[in-house]
């Protein structure tokens, strides 16, 4: 028989918790790491709520004991601090995506048992959402506790554990991102063809802090994409979802394809081809802001970098690309907080962005780019 496991605290006399008590009669927990490379006792509020206490290796509990008063006046500042930024953890109440148009309303709806009856005439798959105008469902687990999501006209209605928000959240952002999986790829595609851009694929990402991004294609992989897009009948899905994309608009952001010989076709024969990718928070975006990032996406496949020449481009088809950019960057501060990355969905702030060593870093940047 295994022995127990034992935490590095126990082994040194210490409790794996510790409590912390405000003054308004608030009790917080805090989990107690030991590290060998801490000189002096050390509490950190992570960024979702939780505490931890790191402390010296040699520490004994006396000394925790009367340490742990000391950080009270800290923590109910950070506490303050965080639930300031916090926000409510309610569900929203609707949903509106600007590229369709479309606005759903969001209401718990009942048990899981309602959700099945109600889920038996749908049509959809059960993990995807389809084009909207028909039933689909779509349900989300975490150990014993289930949402099930039911989609029809105009209304998402929520059955099971409703009253857990942070699983709610969840299903509402799978939701939201199959939706732009549908969505996102047909227009940028529709925007590629009538520029003249040679666009090898289109995906949909949950990246957590970009807006998108762009890689170009080797010469050898570009055939061999195209054999299989056409072997596997990909290309007529496409563009039946293309089409139903284009229907939803009055006028299409730029005009018609480019006609054989014109200037738009002759570039399009020297423009390597490539692959964007965009996070699927995109598809909340104003469409004004979406038409302009999938620009900053398609020119990079044209110049990958940020020189003269590629604002040039991005001038070509984004007139006010700098305001944009600028807009880009308060829409990723400004979205609901179901739909921030993580995967606790109530954090307290957006995390940081990674660098990366590919073009595009459509992310919130911490200096300003150079105008054109």
Same mark, same amino acid.
């Given at each position: 028989? &295994? ?70 006046? *800290? ?50 798959? &059960? ?59 047909? +227009? ?9 851009? =040679? ?11 970009? *807006? ?97 020449? +590629? ?9 006010? *690309? ?14 609901? *907080? ?14 940081? =962005? ?19």
């Amino acid at each position: 028989m &295994a022995a127990p496991k034992v935490s590095a605290a126990q082994l040194h006399d210490l409790p794996s918790t510790v409590d912390f008590t405000l003054a308004d009669g608030t009790r917080l927990k805090a989990a107690l790491r030991i590290s060998a490379r801490a000189r002096r006792a050390r509490l950190s509020l992570l960024p979702r709520g939780g505490l931890v206490l790191a402390v010296p290796l040699g520490m004994g509990p006396e000394q925790l004991k009367a340490s742990l008063p000391l950080f009270v006046p *800290w923590l109910e500042r950070a506490q303050r601090n965080q639930l300031r930024a916090l926000p409510a953890p309610q569900l929203p109440e609707q949903i509106h995506l600007p590229l369709t148009g479309e606005t759903f309303t969001v209401i718990c709806a009942g048990d899981m048992a309602q959700g099945r009856r109600a889920a038996s005439g749908c049509t959809g798959s &059960a993990s995807r959402t389809h084009v909207s105008g028909q039933c689909n469902t779509l349900q989300i687990s975490s150990g014993a506790r289930r949402v099930l999501l039911v989609e029809s006209a105009g209304l998402l209605r929520l059955f099971g554990k409703v009253d857990d928000i942070p699983l709610c959240a969840q299903a509402l952002r799978q939701w939201a991102r199959n939706k732009a999986a549908l969505l996102l790829p047909p +227009y940028l595609n529709h925007l590629a063809a009538s520029a003249g851009f =040679a666009l090898a694929g289109v995906s949909v990402r949950d990246q957590r802090g970009r *807006w998108g991004s762009c890689s170009r294609l080797h010469p050898q992989n570009t055939a061999e994409q195209g054999s299989n897009r056409q072997k596997s009948g990909r290309g007529t899905v496409l563009d039946q979802i293309s089409a139903r994309v284009r229907s939803l608009f009055s006028s299409p952001p730029v005009q018609g394809p480019a006609q054989a010989g014109s200037p738009t076709t002759d570039l399009a024969a020297h423009t390597p081809e490539g692959r964007i990718s965009l996070n699927w928070r995109a598809l909340l975006l104003p469409p004004a802001l979406l038409e302009h990032l999938c620009w900053h996406e398609l020119c990079h496949l044209r110049h990958m970098n940020h020189s003269a020449a +590629y604002r040039a481009e991005l001038a070509r088809f984004s007139p006010c *690309w700098p305001q944009q950019e600028k807009a880009l960057n308060t829409a990723w501060r400004g979205l609901p *907080w179901w739909a921030l990355p993580g995967d606790d969905p109530l954090p307290a702030a957006i995390p940081a =962005a990674r660098p990366s060593t590919r073009q595009d870093d459509m992310q919130p940047p911490t200096k300003k780019r150079p105008s054109p």
